[in-house]
């Protein structure tokens, strides 16, 4: 994840969740953010009545039954998932790419300061990932959502990862709130182009090494990715949201339209410490939309949601959204 992670300070000394609230007051609407608030200080705080059936396990037979009545299912997954699929999660004992921590390397100011060195690092996760593979909960996801269509339910998945397994894995409906490794934006002109090439550009072929005891390659700046628009050539960057940066206000409309239709929530992979996802699943679950949780171990928001399954989300996932009997497609 590249932006806001509750420890994280921006350079004007806010907290994360200050700079979240302020994100979300200028990008959403009024609704989203009064709901979004009390979820977090109001409701949290006091029971209610989706607290009365939060549980450390839960039972997959009455899971299932809320399964099969939902016709608007959110899923909001996050590095648990990919971690399944061999992808690090650069957070952590693991958040380091040569000597230098991922906050450290996925900044605008750490770009401009050294363009070469970042593209390094991000070569590095575009190569990496191209050699993973969607693993069972992303196949289990998109499978559901293509089944689900078909019987005019919807699944869309908000994502927090950068690399697109899932729609690598099918999924139609993926809501990228960082952003994609395989995107890029030209920092003259604006222009976002998909870009799956290996390598992104020939000066990078054989970079981007994590030993700690490599040098930088230090290409010059006219050899590294660049604008394909004839009257541009500027320089490209990640078009992923890096730490500083606020989140793209298109799709957060987007998931505030999907997180006020939702009948079940499902938080998957998820720390529930990144922000602004970690408002999501407790702003539904203030509602009264029943949440489950599908993790590793607890999490800060587990008492809250109505079901929570401990495991692996690849083994855990699969046979909650398998197809219910009361389907009749």
Not at 136 to 163: N, P, T, Y
Not at 239 to 259: A, H, M, P, R
Request: proline content about 6%; overall charge positive; aromatic content about 8%.
């Amino acid at each position: 994840m590249e932006a806001f992670t509750l420890f994280h300070r921006s350079r004007s000394g806010r907290t994360c969740g200050e700079m979240t609230m302020m994100v979300l007051r200028r990008f959403m609407s009024g609704s989203l953010i009064s709901r979004c608030g009390r979820g977090m200080r109001s409701e949290l705080a006091q029971p209610g009545p989706y607290m009365k059936t939060a549980r450390p396990q839960s039972d997959m037979a009455e899971f299932r039954k809320v399964f099969s009545k939902a016709k608007h299912i959110v899923v909001i997954t996050g590095a648990g998932v990919s971690a399944e699929s061999g992808v690090p999660t650069f957070r952590g004992a693991a958040g380091y790419w040569r000597k230098w921590q991922a906050q450290n390397l996925a900044t605008p100011e750490a770009f401009f300061r050294n363009p070469s060195r970042v593209w390094e690092y991000y070569h590095y996760r575009r190569e990496l990932v191209l050699t993973k593979s969607p693993n069972a909960a992303h196949v289990a996801l998109a499978e559901c959502e293509a089944r689900l269509s078909r019987q005019g339910r919807s699944l869309v998945v908000i994502s927090q990862s950068v690399d697109e397994l899932h729609s690598r894995a099918g999924s139609q409906h993926v809501l990228e709130i960082h952003g994609s490794l395989f995107k890029t934006r030209c920092v003259r002109c604006g222009d976002v182009v998909v870009n799956h090439r290996s390598p992104i550009c020939a000066a990078l072929e054989g970079k981007g090494t994590p030993d700690p005891n490599a040098d930088d390659a230090n290409i010059p700046a006219e050899l590294l990715p660049r604008c394909e628009k004839s009257t541009c050539n500027g320089l490209l960057r990640p078009n992923v949201v890096w730490f500083g940066e606020t989140l793209n206000s298109d799709i957060l409309t987007q998931v505030e339209k999907e997180l006020d239709i939702c009948d079940l929530c499902l938080l998957v992979g998820t720390s529930s410490i990144v922000y602004p996802a970690a408002m999501f699943a407790p702003q539904v679950a203030a509602r009264g939309v029943p949440v489950a949780e599908f993790n590793l171990r607890t999490t800060p928001a587990t008492s809250h949601f109505k079901f929570h399954f401990l495991g692996h989300c690849g083994t855990t996932l699969p046979p909650a959204l398998q197809r219910h009997e009361s389907e009749v497609i």
